[in-house]
Every structure is written in structure tokens, then in C-alpha cells.
């Protein structure tokens, strides 16, 4: 839908110029402008973004909304700015709202620099009549209404190409995780398998340690199920919080023992707690997925024999898990990259994992409208700090 008024902003120091432009804008229909004038660049680019000034007519402070301004008479001969610089300093300054460039001179060069720097029209002042006037302006207007268009249109695609690239990695990533991590427990359960097949003189002492072999096994693949399982559910935004009651101090001595006799047999877990833990609530699933992964990442990245510590504190009407471990550490440079799905610090070497885990955890911790902490050295050991709402 076309304007009813427009609103322009004239740069212009020269007085009779400025005296013959508005009445060029009189003639052609007065009640479809509102011109301002100014008569320096600065000015110009203050009012444009929303700067106050004092105007060339009134003493009064003059404040513009920029976005009110729907095109600038541009005179590229101001007492503090000439030439072409003029109009790429505004530029510089106010790259969205059209421009006219106003000048005595009838240089075609001239006019085609402009156009390059960003210019929507060139007008020469001797050659300013009722009809050219207001056309200039209503196709620079336009010119600009489509730039703006294609812009938006350029970013949009960039954006989707940028998003199609993301899922081409992840689906890279995923198929190369997924190969990499099931070879091991598949060969596990093959080889047993074909053992307990074949073989008759097996005892019932290794029969059974066949079988346990093939059920974690089992478990290792589905949990990386469940894992990929999760994450893409909180990706399509169906996962929903199941809220529960819980006592954390003994929530945490559970999923301590737990995580202990499953996988810390060569380390030390020491938890303690402090404040009022006992009436918390908070999703019970996502809350577990939280600390059996960091107490497995502590203990997985830690040195035999270690001790791996882990800290409860409410207050405030908030919750502060901390897990602390002596263990590798992670490098600078992969620290912003820790909570991305199926990445891995440079450091860890041969030590098996999915790079699943931390993604797990931040998305667990989004969900209860929490936050995450990490601090880690490289060789010395990391800190892991989640906070969450108690209830």
C-alpha cells in the first residue's frame, strides 16, 4: 500500500537551492511531503539515527524517529564533508534509507559512483523539474524497498543452506558415531555367541561370563539408543518435563552407589551436601541423565585410583550440582564447542564415547530452565557446575 505522506530529509547548505527545492515539493502536491532540512553531513546522520539536533529553521531540539525517514536529499557539497566521501561516510552510517544525491555538476561518471556507493538516484539541481523530482524519489523509494527485499531473501537462503549443511554434518557424524560405537559391542556379542555355540567344553563359570558379556553389551547399545532417542525427540519439541517430589541429598547418594558399582570401581566418589535438599522438584529422569553423565564423563577422563568429587548445595530456591575431577582436562579451543551434539575434545586419545553426553546434559538442564559451568584446565582436571531451580 502506497504512503499517503512522505517524509524527507533535505541536506542542503545552500539556502536557494533549499528555498527552490521546497517549493518544487509545494508544487507537486503539498500534502504528500514533510521535508526537514539540514545542512551538514553530521546532522544528516544524527537525525537518521535518532540523534537530537537542533533544526536549520528552529532553534528548538529537533528528535527524528529514524525510521519515519523514508528517503534523504543528499547535496554532496556540505561545509563539512565533499564529493563522493559525503556519500559514503552516510552510507557508512545509515546503510537502510534510500538516497538521492543532489549536485550542480552533470557528470555521468559521476552519477554511476554514486549508484556503486549506494545511491537509489542522482539528480542534478539545474535539471530538477515538478515531474522529476518526485519520481526520483518514489523510484528510489521502490529501489530500496527491493534491495531490502533481496537482501532478506539472500539471508533466508544463506540461512537454510547454512542449516542444510548442519544436518548433512550431523547425519555425517551420527552414521560414523553409530558405526564406530555398535562394532564393539556387536563383536562382543558375536564372538560370545559364536563361542557358546561352538564349544562344549565350557564350563558354567564361563557360560555365565559369556552371557554377562553379551547383556552389557545389550545395555551399552541401548543406551546409546535411548541417548540418540532423546535428543531427537528434544529436537522436534516433544519431550514434556515429568515433575516429581525428591529428596536430592538422597536422590545423590543413590546415583552415587549406582555409578559407583557400575563403573567406578577404580575410583573414589565423595559426595557432599549442604542445605535444605529435601523438597525438591524436578524431573526425576532428566535429573539422573544429568549426573550419570558427568560422573561417568569424570570417571571415564580420570586416572585409575583418583578421586572424583561431587558437591550438593540449595539455597536461594536453587539447586548446585558441581562434580570435580583431576582428570584430562579439556583444551581451550574446544571448550565452546563442548555441549555440540557428537563432539569430542582433541585430548581424549583412544578413550571410547559418543560425544553425546554433555549434549544430553545441556538439553536436560534447558529443560528445567537451569544453566551450565564449565572450567577446565588441560592436564589438571574440569569442573562441572549445573544450577537449577528447586522447584
Not at 257 to 264: A, K, L, M
Amino acid at each position: 500500500m502506497e504512503k499517503i505522506q512522505i517524509k524527507v530529509l533535505l541536506v542542503e547548505d545552500n539556502p536557494f537551492d533549499t528555498e527552490l527545492l521546497q517549493q518544487l515539493f509545494i508544487r507537486a502536491h503539498q500534502q504528500e511531503w514533510e521535508i526537514v532540512n539540514v545542512e551538514q553531513l553530521s546532522e544528516a546522520i544524527d537525525v537518521c539515527t535518532g540523534q537530537t539536533i537542533h533544526s536549520c529553521d528552529n532553534s528548538s531540539p529537533l528528535t527524528l524517529n529514524p525510521n519515519s525517514i523514508d528517503v534523504v536529499l543528499l547535496d554532496l557539497s556540505l561545509p563539512d564533508s565533499m564529493g563522493l566521501d559525503t556519500l559514503k561516510e552516510f552510507r557508512i552510517a545509515v546503510p537502510d534509507i534510500p538516497v538521492v544525491v543532489l549536485t550542480g555538476l552533470n557528470d555521468e561518471e559521476m552519477a554511476l559512483q554514486a549508484m556503486a556507493e549506494g545511491a537509489q538516484d542522482y539528480l542534478v539541481k539545474d535539471e530538477i523539474t515538478i515531474q522529476s523530482l518526485p519520481r526520483a524519489i518514489r523510484y528510489a523509494i521502490e529501489r530500496a524497498e527491493i534491495l531490502k527485499q533481496l537482501r532478506e531473501s539472500e539471508q533466508h537462503t544463506r540461512k537454510a543452506l547454512l542449516k542444510e549443511q548442519e544436518l548433512n554434518k550431523l547425519k555425517s557424524d551420527f552414521v560414523a558415531m553409530i558405526s564406530h560405537e555398535f562394532r564393539t559391542p556387536m563383536s562382543t556379542i558375536c564372538t560370545s555367541l559364536d563361542l557358546l555355540q561352538t564349544s562344549d567344553k565350557l564350563t558354567q563359570e564361563w557360560r555365565e561370563q559369556f552371557f554377562r558379556r553379551i547383556e552389557n553389551a545389550l545395555k551399552q547399545m541401548l543406551k546409546l539408543l535411548d541417548e540418540v532417542l532423546f535428543l531427537s525427540k528434544n529436537e522436534v519439541s516433544q519431550f514434556k518435563l515429568q515433575i516429581a517430589h525428591l529428596n536430592l541429598i538422597n536422590f545423590c547418594y543413590e546415583i552415587v552407589e549406582s555409578i559407583q558399582f557400575s563403573e567406578g570401581k577404580n575410583h573414589k566418589i565423595e559426595f557432599a551436601a549442604s542445605g535444605e535438599c529435601f523438597e525438591a522438584e524436578m524431573d526425576e529422569e532428566l535429573l539422573g541423565s544429568i549426573l550419570n553423565n558427568l560422573l561417568s564423563n569424570a570417571i571415564k577422563y580420570s586416572p585409575s585410583e583418583s578421586t572424583i568429587y561431587f558437591y550438593l548445595t540449595c539455597q536461594d530456591n536453587m539447586a548446585k550440582f558441581q562434580i570435580k575431577d583431576n582428570g584430562i582436562g579439556i583444551p581451550k579451543k574446544d571448550q565452546i564447542h563442548l555441549c555440540e551434539t557428537f563432539f569430542r575434545g582433541s585430548n581424549v586419545g583412544k578413550i571410547s564415547g559418543t560425544g553425546l553426553g554433555l549434549a544430553i546434559v545441556r538439553r536436560c538442564v534447558d529443560l528445567h530452565h537451569g544453566y551450565i559451568q564449565v572450567e577446565s584446565e588441560e592436564n589438571v582436571g574440569t569442573i562441572v557446575t549445573v544450577t537449577l531451580p528447586l522447584h
